[in-house]
């Protein structure tokens, strides 16, 4: 049997267009818009059909295909096992933030998020607190962000941390929400306040978010670590 070359290129219409166009949205991201280099790796790359429709597609970047394309993210596995810091910065797939209760705001909140706390509080259950964006570049070992609390006659805090695919999430149980861990921290009796501060840091390093609450007062500390890789 033979088949046509016109023909066979064809076989390929439905994947090129889907990879095109899934770049073309990639790069239409404001972040992207100075990408001057094009790097195709995996098996795929090695296609001429696929090469030619990314150098015609994109015109003012450079497309580069490099020796054993199909080989490469193997191999550059196997470097980032040896040497971690060798990826110096990521680029975020998820939001990342943990569950507060800030005080309630009338016509901003929810009714049903409402409660009461020990001290006459009125506060809103549920809060998204925001630390990074999906989208943020992250840099290995850098402490993206660190917030204090204030804490009303409690023994203990527990934090639960959430991503989310949504830039801006109100509420740690709206919809792509994911809850991926959780640090509780207890206090010292004979150290007891009927108000004292807690701080919550998260650190990026190799895949993992590390993320440390510290008891302001007694300068206790625990640390936990979560994936965000996805």
Do not use: W
Not at 29 to 34: H, M, W
Not at 142 to 157: A, H, I, L, P, S
Not at 189 to 202: A, C, F, G, Y
């Amino acid at each position: 049997m033979k088949i046509s070359n016109k023909v066979f290129v064809q076989l390929f219409d439905k994947s090129v267009t889907k990879t095109i166009g899934h770049l073309k949205s990639v790069l239409s991201d404001g972040s992207l818009q100075d990408v001057r280099v094009l790097l195709m790796v995996g098996g795929y790359s090695e296609s001429p059909i696929l090469q030619d429709a990314v150098t015609e597609a994109f015109p003012g970047i450079k497309v580069v295909i490099p020796v054993g394309a199909s080989s490469v993210v193997l191999r550059g596995a196997l470097i980032y096992g040896h040497n971690p810091t060798s990826v110096s910065e990521r680029i975020l797939k998820y939001t990342y933030g943990i569950n507060y209760a800030p005080r309630f705001i009338e016509g901003v909140h929810l009714e049903s998020k409402r409660f009461e706390t020990p001290d006459h509080c009125i506060r809103c259950d549920h809060v998204f607190g925001k630390f990074v964006t999906t989208g943020q570049t992250v840099k290995t070992g850098e402490t993206q962000k660190t917030r204090r609390y204030g804490t009303f006659n409690q023994t203990n805090v527990l934090v639960k941390i959430y991503a989310s695919e949504r830039e801006d999430p109100v509420y740690c149980d709206d919809d792509g929400c994911l809850e991926i861990g959780k640090l509780m921290i207890e206090f010292d009796d004979e150290n007891n306040k009927s108000m004292r501060e807690v701080s919550l840091s998260m650190l990026f390093g190799g895949t993992e978010i590390t993320v440390e609450l510290e008891d302001k007062c007694t300068g206790k500390k625990k640390i936990t670590s979560v994936d965000f890789l996805g």
